[in-house]
């Protein structure tokens, strides 16, 4: 599968962007989805996951009731929706794709097969 990462930006703190992931090939729906970041000097950290049906969501401490992922395997694409964003928010936003895991839990960054090319988010204060 192929990922392709959309809709970063630069944003004040406290406002909102939706990034998108669209994949290609007939077998998305066999893959757990996962979003991660990776801050300049700092290492690629796991954002939050979901499920392969997108009946469960998992997040980070860090943007629990900000950040919401949602999927739809009929477009191909899983979203991430952030608010409430905050100059620590910035990084590059990569999604990646795993046929192994079963969970959307899992932060090791080995476990995912495919990684989309990352987009930029940037929030100033």
């Known amino acids: 599968v192929q990922l392709q990462a959309s809709g970063g930006g630069l944003v004040q703190a406290g406002g909102s962007l939706r990034l998108s992931c669209a994949a290609s090939g007939p077998t998305f729906s066999s893959y757990v989805i996962g979003w991660f970041r990776q801050a300049p000097g700092s290492e690629r950290e796991w954002v939050t996951g979901?499920?392969?049906?997108?009946?469960?969501?998992y997040y980070a401490d860090s943007v629990k009731g900000r950040f919401t992922i949602s999927r739809d395997n009929a477009k191909n694409t899983v979203d991430l929706q952030m608010h409430g964003l905050k100059p620590e928010d910035t990084a590059i936003y990569y999604c990646?794709?795993?046929?192994?895991?079963?969970?959307?839990?899992?932060?090791?960054?080995?476990?995912?097969?495919?990684w989309g090319q990352g987009t930029l988010v940037t929030v100033s204060s």
């Open positions: 990646a794709a795993s046929s192994r895991l079963h969970n959307g839990a899992d932060r090791t960054t080995t476990r995912y097969d495919y």
């Open positions: 979901i499920t392969r049906s997108g009946g469960s969501t």
